[in-house]
């Protein structure tokens, strides 16, 4: 059987490879279509694919590509195996295939498919503060470090909660939407401390201070990674410190580094996930304690 030559094969819909494979979307909006990675264990949607592009991406490991880059990531195959195999599983299942894009047709969907900043202001609008709530995190202590911003993506205005890295870039979140915009990078609050606490996402970092609202902000300092891939990146920051404190997720990922990190300096370096290890992070661990606190008072009320 011959091999599908590498032009055909980014041009097959990844939408239905997926599904060939048995990964189906958790979400669609308009042509992103959001999945559990099928790249790595995890319990919220975080792999996105734009049908669109026919590109996708996976924010939990910071990479990305088409289906090439995909299919050797998935299969841990070289590209000329990836060929074969797609040619074979292709002769089982048919998959639809997206036409060329036109130069000017490609220069239009790219410049389409970046976020553009328009405006950042205090947190206020509602669905954006029921979000907060929904998620158990204070109003008052996500102003202090989120905005609410309004950005283009595909020509039409989104509003989300945006967290900015050291770079300048966004992280966003709202109900809907789980995204970032370039540049990318890892966000650090310096507090001239020996001590700092390891987050992935700012939620973690959010929960953290939700959790802890009594402690002196001040005592520690504060790196929130905004993607585990840029842990490496962090490292000679984290070793200048004595203390280390680390609130990776749960997930396989998460505990490998973790794992990796403690085999350095079991003294200096300190897993914190133990607190909430039946969870997949800390926010996770949150949501659920609140949760449990009303059922009880609920029932006190009851008797």
Not at 92 to 103: K, M, N
Not at 128 to 139: A, E, K, V
Not at 269 to 298: A, F, G, V
Request: proline share 3%; aromatic share 10%.
């Amino acid at each position: 059987m011959k091999k599908l030559k590498i032009r055909a094969a980014k041009q097959i819909d990844l939408v239905d490879y997926l599904a060939s494979l048995n990964h189906l979307p958790q979400k669609t909006r308009n042509q992103d279509y959001w999945y559990l990675s099928p790249l790595r264990a995890e319990q919220t949607p975080s792999f996105k694919i734009n049908r669109k592009l026919i590109v996708w991406y996976d924010h939990g490991l910071g990479q990305g590509g088409n289906l090439i880059d995909f299919g050797i990531l998935f299969f841990k195959c070289s590209v000329s195996d990836f060929l074969e195999r797609l040619a074979q599983h292709k002769s089982l299942t048919p998959f639809s295939f997206h036409p060329p894009l036109s130069l000017v047709d490609e220069k239009k969907n790219t410049d389409e498919s970046k976020i553009v900043i328009l405006n950042s202001r205090s947190l206020a609008d509602r669905s954006l503060t029921d979000y907060l709530q929904s998620r158990c995190i204070p109003l008052q202590l996500a102003s202090s470090s989120c905005k609410e911003v309004d950005f283009l993506l595909y020509g039409k205005m989104h509003t989300a909660i945006g967290f900015q890295n050291n770079s300048g870039g966004y992280e966003f979140r709202n109900k809907d939407f789980k995204g970032c915009c370039s540049p990318k990078d890892f966000t650090l609050f310096e507090n001239n401390s020996k001590e700092i606490n390891v987050f992935e996402g700012f939620f973690n970092y959010l929960s953290f201070l939700t959790i802890n609202h009594r402690l002196k902000m001040q005592s520690s300092n504060f790196l929130i990674l905004n993607s585990l891939s840029f842990l490496k990146k962090a490292v000679p920051i984290i070793d200048k410190h004595d203390r280390v404190n680390l609130y990776l997720d749960r997930d396989p990922n998460g505990i490998q580094n973790t794992q990796q990190l403690l085999k350095l300096d079991e003294r200096k370096y300190i897993d914190q996930s133990l607190l909430y290890q039946n969870h997949n992070d800390l926010n996770d661990w949150l949501i659920h304690k609140k949760q449990d606190i009303k059922h009880s008072q609920r029932i006190g009320r009851k008797l």
